[in-house]
């Protein structure tokens, strides 16, 4: 099965995201390429508002991740509530 990733700058704003993608997706891995957090996962990979939420402990714009995020592959499905990231093939 074809990965799915997703790579934002390793910064305080970007870290809240990156522990809610891992406690949302618990196939995925984290690597730590200079200056980066990159996160694979087998096939499918979601980003949820609420988990970020929950992190942050204030609402939060799912929109906001695109300040950070440096590169992702996959194709990709957007809304209010969720961001995500999958790959047939």
Request: without cysteine; proline residues 6%; charged residues 20%.
């Amino acid at each position: 099965m074809s990965k799915v990733f997703i790579a934002f700058q390793d910064n305080e704003e970007s870290r809240p995201v990156v522990d809610a993608i891992l406690a949302d997706n618990p196939a995925a891995d984290a690597t730590y390429p200079p200056g980066l957090v990159r996160i694979e996962a087998p096939g499918h990979l979601s980003i949820r508002r609420s988990s970020i939420e929950a992190q942050t402990g204030q609402d939060y714009d799912l929109q906001q991740i695109h300040i950070n995020l440096v590169t992702l592959s996959g194709n990709v499905d957007e809304s209010d509530d969720e961001f995500s990231l999958t790959w047939n093939g």
